[in-house]
């Protein structure tokens, strides 16, 4: 039982954050000074806040709390690098020995970091945290949600049914993480291409309360093809697929007009050449189009521009701050 405490790092990714950033941060220190008080986690532990290049008061908000409460760090990206590699940026630039992950809005019960601690004594090294219900959630999110997740299934794409990126991952697991050097981030499918043991915990999520979603709709869907495009070659084998099939209808088609022919029918008509045309050309642009969502991406990763840039920290001293 004389076992050296963990050191915890809670990551909270903020853009925008100043309505619900108080409560929050009150939340979570009431939160990580009883872990620490029952022994759970290390008095090293942290919480980590990150500000992900906000337009408002957020980084007032949190330079005034780690100047008042050393449990708090604050990371500043140099502008706003997108909730993904705002994440990766908290877990790369910090030392600790376990790093949880959880949006700044709470809406992911942060009380189940005590249980996700509890599956890390059991020895998993990646606890997911996954949603009962979309009880919280409009209609018209719940259905494209589960729509999508089936079809990252269908493509072959490993995750998790209403997982996002509330997780506990181990030094170790975020250090082979490191080894996957990919610029189009989703995180959800990417940690489970880990290995390791992992655990999972249940619980409700609540909505928002106090300011807006920072996901809006062209963002989400972003987000969404990333998951497709990044982790599936199944939409450019549907496009030789489907060339495949057209040329197999092609020939039939060129049978058709023979029998035609030497039956001495009429003239084949306008309108069937029309369709065709129309067909062949959608069918082609199509293509090209997802052979290109391709290729963009194998230009975004050969250029490696870095995922997140910091521009300031707060309360790391040098020990806990990691250089590559
Ligand atoms: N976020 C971020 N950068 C962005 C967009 C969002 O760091 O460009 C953060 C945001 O502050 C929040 C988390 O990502 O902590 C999830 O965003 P939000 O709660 O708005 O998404 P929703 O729950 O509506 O899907
Ligand atoms: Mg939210």
Known sequence: MAEKLQKLLIILPCYNEEEILPSTIKTMKKLLT??????????????????????????????????????????????????????????????ADLYVT?????????????????????GAEVVYGIRKSRKTDSIFKRTSAQLYYRLL??????????????????????????????????????????GFKTAQVYYDRTARTAGETKYPLNKMLALAWNGVSSFSIVPLRIVTFLGLFICFLSVLFLIYLFYRYSAKGTVVGWASLVTIITIFSGVQLLSLGIIGE??????????????????????????EKIKD
């Open 34 to 95: 009883s872990l620490v008080k029952e022994k759970k986690v290390s008095p090293e532990s942290k919480i980590c806040l990150v500000n992900d290049g906000s337009k408002d008061k957020t980084w007032e908000i949190i330079s005034q709390t780690c100047a008042q409460d050393k449990m708090f760090a604050g990371i500043k990206l140099s502008r706003n690098f997108g909730h993904q590699s705002t994440i990766i940026a908290g877990m790369y630039s910090v030392d």
């Open 102 to 122: 959880i949006d700044a809005d709470l809406q992911d019960n942060p009380e189940c970091i005590a249980e996700m601690l509890k599956c890390v004594e059991e």
């Open 153 to 194: 299934n269908l493509f072959g794409v490993d995750v998790l049914y209403n997982h996002a990126d509330y997780r506990l991952m181990s030094r170790r697991a975020v250090e082979t993480l490191k080894q996957f050097p990919e610029r189009n981030l989703f995180l959800r499918a990417t940690v489970p291409l880990l």
């Open 294 to 319: 391709y290729i963009a991406k194998i230009f975004v990763e050969a250029k490696k521009r870095p995922l997140f840039i910091v521009e300031e920290t707060l309360n790391l001293d040098d020990k």
